[in-house]
């Protein structure tokens, strides 16, 4: 009875037990385990980088195979360095935004206007207002804003070739501002100042919205790279819906959308 009894006792703590081997095999299982899910997040690490290193844009070529442009025959016209407008452009049907507070002091491309003044009266439907702070500039307007840059840094101490060199830093030369095209517009919900606009719920709506409108936020600090020009989130550019909407989608800026166009139909052109 005693030596059953003791069966009793031993049995259910023996199964609980494990074996030797069996703790070498969970040992090696865990650390494969381990080593395997280390490797899978080495593997994308790996592809992000490629991804972000590669400036000839992944996104570029993942976002045409998706949907092919061969269709679209036109693009937005890039302003910059490299392209600069000539002294006597000047777009046609250049119209003032009077309606809206600060309107009559701006004025923008007939097309773009209208698409603005429709995005205001959506903005307003949801109890938010916007400023249209500058629009349109000429080639001549361009020239004295840098002129006068220039005019105050020399006010502030810097020599008259440090100021040519700083003013270059902080205006478009004339010719090379995207303003003259007459479809972009600089906003805010003060004609006084962009400070702090990323806070605003002005701004967060654009975001959100702006695409469904046909207009893009120009210049970000994620595609200063491409652009050259520093993060503006208070610039809108009038791009036209269908390509706002795909470089939303896409997430592409200008230059990349631009790239991706021509990839796909080599006939396209500018708009001008």
């Given at each position: 009875?005693?030596?059953?009894?003791?069966?009793?006792?031993?049995?259910?703590?023996?199964?609980?037990?494990?074996?030797?081997?069996k703790l070498r095999r969970i040992k090696i299982i865990k650390r494969c385990a381990v080593i395997?899910?280390?490797?899978?997040?080495?593997?994308?690490?790996?592809?992000?980088?490629q991804i972000n290193k590669d400036d000839s844009s992944s996104f570029v070529k993942v976002a045409a195979s998706e949907q092919s442009l061969a269709g679209v025959s036109s693009y937005p016209r890039i302003v910059d360095h490299s392209s600069p407008?000539?002294?006597?452009?000047?777009?046609?049907?250049?119209v003032t935004l009077g309606t809206l507070p600060n309107g009559d002091n701006v004025t923008l491309r007939a097309d773009a206007a209208e698409a603005f003044l429709t995005m205001c009266s959506a903005m307003s439907e949801d109890g938010l207002g916007i400023v249209p702070v500058r629009g349109y500039v000429s080639y001549d307007e361009q020239r004295n804003v840098l002129s006068a840059a220039a005019d105050r840094l020399v006010a502030e101490g810097a020599s008259a070739e440090e100021a040519q060199k700083l003013a270059a830093d902080e205006v478009s030369a004339p010719g090379e501002d995207e303003a003259q095209l007459g479809t972009s517009i600089d906003v805010s919900v003060s004609a006084d100042s962009f400070d702090s606009f990323t806070l605003t719920e002005q701004y967060q709506w654009i975001c959100a919205n702006a695409r469904h409108y046909g207009f893009i936020i120009r210049y970000t600090s994620a595609n200063q790279k491409y652009t050259g020009v520093k993060d503006k989130p208070y610039h809108l550019r009038y791009v036209g819906k269908d390509a706002a909407e795909f470089m939303a989608s896409s997430n592409l800026c200008l230059e990349e959308?631009?790239?991706?166009?021509?990839?796909?139909?080599?006939?396209?052109k500018p708009e001008i």
């Open positions: 009875m005693a030596g059953k009894g003791t069966g009793k006792y031993y049995a259910p703590v023996y199964r609980a037990k494990k074996s030797p081997m395997a899910a280390a490797v899978a997040v080495v593997a994308v690490s790996i592809a992000a980088f407008l000539p002294e006597d452009y000047v777009p046609e049907n250049l959308y631009v790239r991706a166009v021509k990839a796909d139909n080599s006939k396209a």
